[in-house]
C-alpha cells in the first residue's frame, strides 16, 4: 500500500501494511484455547468459563448440530442477547463452516419472517421466551425445521439459577417461558449435555462465507451483508494492529455491546477471544447499573461503547464514587461522542476513548482516532492499516473532492463485504470498481482524519442550504442542560424544509426555548438555527442505543396528515 498522509500520525508499532494471516476466527477460538486452556473466557453473573470448557461447549455443540442435519453453508439463525450459549453457538455453526444468521431478539414477527425467509435458515437457535412470544405461532411460514432452545439461566450456578427464572417472569414481557418438547424441538443444555465431542473435519475457505449480517433496514427492508472468513479475521488483525498495548491474556474486555450487531460480534466477541481476553456479558446493554457494577468488580480493562453509554455512566448518580480506575481503552462508533462527554468519561477513569466508524458492511472498522498520538475530538480518526478512503462528489460519485470540502465516504479494503445476499442489483450500487459507497457525507482535513457531518439521506435542505443535522446535535448538547437532542427536517411548503429539533433535558434541569435558541444562534448559521423545538422525557432508540431519526419523521408526517385532515 503506497504512503499516505495519514500513516505519519499511526502510533509507533502501528504497521501501514498488515501481513495478513490466512486464519479463520473459528482457528483463532482454536489456538486461543489450546494456549491458555486455563485462562478465563467468558464471565456471566455468577458463573465463569475457561477457555477449555468453552472449546468443549462448541464442540459438543457443533457435533449436535451436525446431526441436526448442519453442512456446510448451511443458515443458521441464533437470536439470543449476549449470553455465554451465543458465543458458544456463533462458534459451533462457525466450525461447521455454516452461515450464522444474527437476529434482534427485539424483531417482531413480520421481521422475522423476512430475514429468516431471505437467509434460507434451516435451523434456529433460540432463547425460549422470544420461541413462546414470536415464533411458535409462526413455524408454518419459515423455512426453519430444527430449533434449538435455551434460557438465559442455562448457564448460572446456584443459587442464581433457582432464582433468576423468579425475577424473569416478572418482567413485560416476561423473560423465561416454558417450551414443550415436540418435533423439531431440542434443547441446547441437553444437546452440549449428552452429546460426545466429535467435530467432522471441515475444510472452510478464507473467502467461504462466515456470517450473513442483515443491515437495520433503516432505508427500506433489511439486506443480509455477506461476511466471509477473511473479512472478520482482517479486521481482527486490523484492531489487534491499531491496540498495541492490548496484552494477550491479561484484558478483560466488556461485552455490552449486542452480539446481533456487528459491532458487538466484532469487537466484543472476535476480537477479545484472539487475544484470550476474558470476557463480561450483559444481556441488557441498557442496564447502567449492572454495567458500572461489572466495570468495577470484573476490573474491566477494555469497554467498548457508544456514546448514549458514557454519558449514561457520567450522569449516573454516585458515580464519582465508583472505582472504574481499571479501564484503559474504550473503543466508541455508532453515533457521534460530543467532547464534554469523552472529557468526563476520561477524567473519571484515567482511560482513553478512541473515536472510530465502521458499517455492517465492513465487518466494521474503517478508520479510528490513534491511543497514543493525535486525538481529534469530533473526528472519526484515520483509516486502519490496508484501507483506503475517498471524498468524492455525492452526485456523481467520481469526482474527488478537495481537502475541507464536504462529499460522500468511499472505502477500500480487505474488511469490504462480499455484497449482498441474493441482491445483486444492491450490491452494484453499494460497491464500485471494488469501493464501497457508505451514504456518509463526510470531510476530510489536511492529516487525513475525517469528520462525518452527516448521512446523505438525514440531509436537510432548507432554502437551497445543506444543513446536517449531526452538526446542529453537537452544538446542542455542548449545552450544560441538555442530555441529548436529535434534528430532523420536516415539510415546509416555503422552503422546502425546516429544521426541528427533539430535545431531552439532564434530570432535575429546565430550560427556556428561547434560551436555546440564542445558544444555537451564537455557534451556527441563521440557516441552521432550529425553527422549531420540543422537549421530550425520552427519544426513541435502536437496540444499538442509536438515535432514531427516521421514528421522528414518521410521527411528523402522520401529525401532519391528521392535521390536514382534520
Known amino acids: 500500500m503506497s504512503e499516505r498522509v495519514w500513516h505519519r500520525f499511526y502510533d509507533p508499532g502501528v504497521p501501514h501494511d498488515i501481513p495478513f494471516e490466512d486464519v479463520t476466527v473459528p482457528d483463532y477460538f482454536h489456538t486461543t484455547a489450546a494456549s491458555h486452556p486455563d485462562a478465563t473466557a467468558v464471565v456471566f453473573l455468577n458463573r465463569q468459563l475457561k477457555y477449555r470448557e468453552v472449546k468443549e461447549h462448541v464442540d459438543r455443540l457443533a457435533t449436535a448440530l451436525y446431526a441436526l442435519g448442519v453442512r456446510k453453508d448451511s443458515k443458521v439463525a441464533i437470536q439470543l442477547p449476549n449470553l455465554p450459549q451465543t458465543l458458544i453457538s456463533v462458534f459451533a455453526v462457525m466450525s461447521l463452516g455454516a452461515q450464522a444468521v444474527m437476529t434482534n431478539p427485539l424483531y417482531m414477527p413480520p421481521e422475522i419472517e ?18 413462546d412470544q414470536k415464533i411458535k405461532n409462526l413455524r408454518g411460514k419459515l423455512p426453519v425445521r430444527q430449533y434449538v432452545i435455551t434460557s438465559i439461566p442455562d448457564y448460572l450456578r446456584f443459587p442464581l439459577n433457582l432464582l433468576a427464572p423468579l425475577k424473569l417472569r416478572k418482567q413485560d414481557p416476561p423473560l423465561v417461558a416454558k417450551v414443550a418438547a415436540g418435533p423439531g424441538i431440542h434443547f441446547l443444555k441437553d444437546l452440549i449435555k449428552n452429546t460426545a465431542p466429535s467435530v467432522p473435519k471441515v475444510k472452510i475457505n478464507m473467502d467461504d462465507l462466515a456470517v450473513i449480517q442483515y ?47 456487528i459491532f458487538g460480534l466484532t469487537i466484543c466477541m472476535c476480537f477479545p477471544l484472539s487475544a484470550a481476553a476474558a470476557i463480561v456479558l450483559m444481556p441488557n446493554p441498557r442496564d447502567i447499573p449492572q454495567m458500572i457494577k461489572n466495570i468495577s468488580k470484573y476490573k474491566v480493562t477494555l469497554f467498548p461503547a457508544v456514546p448514549a453509554m458514557f454519558n ?23 453515533a457521534p461522542l460530543t467532547e464534554d462527554v469523552q472529557m468526563r468519561f476520561e477524567a473519571m477513569t484515567g482511560a482513553k476513548i478512541v473515536e472510530g466508524f465502521g458499517l455492517t458492511e465492513t465487518s466494521p472498522v474503517v478508520t479510528c482516532n490513534p491511543l497514543e498520538g493525535l486525538r481529534k475530538i469530533g473526528h472519526i480518526g484515520i483509516p486502519v492499516p490496508n ?44 460497491i464500485r470498481d471494488n469501493w464501497l459507497y457508505t451514504g456518509d457525507l ?31 446535535d453537537r452544538v446542542l448538547q455542548s449545552h450544560p442542560a441538555v442530555f441529548e437532542s436529535c434534528t430532523i427536517g420536516i415539510p415546509d411548503q416555503a422552503r422546502g424544509e425546516s429544521v426541528k429539533t427533539f430535545v431531552v433535558l439532564q434530570p432535575g434541569e429546565s430550560l427556556p426555548q ?53
Open 312 to 334: 449514561a455512566i457520567n450522569q449516573y448518580p454516585g458515580i464519582d464514587k465508583v472505582d472504574l480506575s481499571s479501564v484503559k481503552s474504550c473503543f466508541s462508533g455508532s
Open 114 to 131: 423476512h430475514q429468516w425467509n431471505d437467509a434460507g435458515c434451516e435451523v434456529a437457535i433460540v432463547a425460549d421466551y422470544l420461541y
Open 442 to 472: 463526510a470531510i476530510m482535513d489536511q492529516d487525513g482524519y475525517l469528520r462525518i457531518v452527516g448521512r446523505k439521506k438525514d440531509m436537510i435542505i432548507a432554502g437551497g442550504y445543506n444543513i446536517y443535522p449531526d452538526e446542529i
Open 514 to 566: 428561547a434560551e436555546l435558541d440564542a445558544w444555537c444562534r451564537e455557534r451556527l448559521a441563521a440557516y441552521k438555527v432550529p425553527r422549531a423545538y420540543a422537549f421530550r422525557d425520552e427519544l426513541p432508540k435502536s437496540s444499538m442505543m442509536k438515535l432514531l431519526r427516521r421514528v421522528l419523521r414518521d410521527e411528523e408526517v402522520a401529525a401532519s396528515e391528521a392535521g390536514e385532515e382534520s
Open 387 to 430: 484501507t483506503e478512503v475517498k471524498i468524492v462528489d455525492p452526485t456523481d460519485g467520481v469526482r474527488e473532492m478537495a481537502l475541507g470540502q464536504e462529499g460522500e465516504l468511499i472505502v477500500k479494503g480487505p474488511q469490504i463485504m462480499k455484497g449482498y445476499w441474493k441482491r445483486p442489483e444492491a450490491t452494484d450500487e453499494m
Open 215 to 261: 443491515t437495520g433496514g433503516t432505508t427500506g427492508v433489511s439486506k443480509g451483508a455477506m461476511l466471509t472468513h477473511r473479512n472478520l479475521s482482517a479486521n481482527v488483525q486490523q484492531v489487534r494492529a491499531w491496540f498495541q498495548g492490548v496484552e494477550v491474556g491479561k484484558e478483560v474486555l466488556l461485552a455490552a455491546l449486542p452480539y446481533f450487531h
